[in-house]
Nanobody, 126 residues
Framework: QVQLVESGGGLVQAGGSLRLSCAAS????????MGWFRQAPGKEREFVAG????????YYADYVKGRFTFSRDNAKNTVYLQMNSLKPEDTAVYYC???????????????????WGQGTQVTVSS
């Protein structure tokens, strides 16, 4: 069982930066692949980025590639999403998710993740 708590959301102007954090409970955090998803009003939840158990492998959606960086610190049971060059279309509730995986392939769909945080709002003004 993993419990996830996100933090770091807020209001920022276009072109600005935010860093989201997700703290996980449990002694087996390093056994889980982690992901960030987001959901804007009236839209489906979409994949943003994923990181492997070790942190050595990351994968990004095309619409954030080059602007967002996903990292993890297994010693602190925490993952981070550094978001730079933010755009108004990045406005959404951002969710941290975890999945137990023995695969080297990073999961990119919400149904493949078993544990979710409560979400944190990110609003980018133009």
């Amino acid at each position: 069982q993993v419990q996830l708590v996100e933090s770091g959301g807020g209001l920022v102007q276009a072109g600005g930066s935010l860093r989201l954090s997700c703290a996980a409970s449990g002694r087996t955090f390093s056994s889980y692949d982690m992901g960030w998803f987001r959901q804007a009003p009236g839209k489906e939840r979409e994949f943003v980025a994923g990181v492997s158990r070790s942190g050595g492998n990351t994968y990004y959606a095309d619409y954030v590639k080059g602007r967002f960086t996903f990292s993890r610190d297994n010693a602190k049971n925490t993952v981070y999403l550094q978001m730079n060059s933010l755009k108004p279309e990045d406005t959404a509730v951002y969710y941290c998710a975890a999945t137990f995986s023995l695969s080297v392939v990073i999961r990119t769909t919400a149904k493949e993740y078993n544990y979710w945080g409560q979400g944190t709002q990110v609003t980018v003004s133009s």
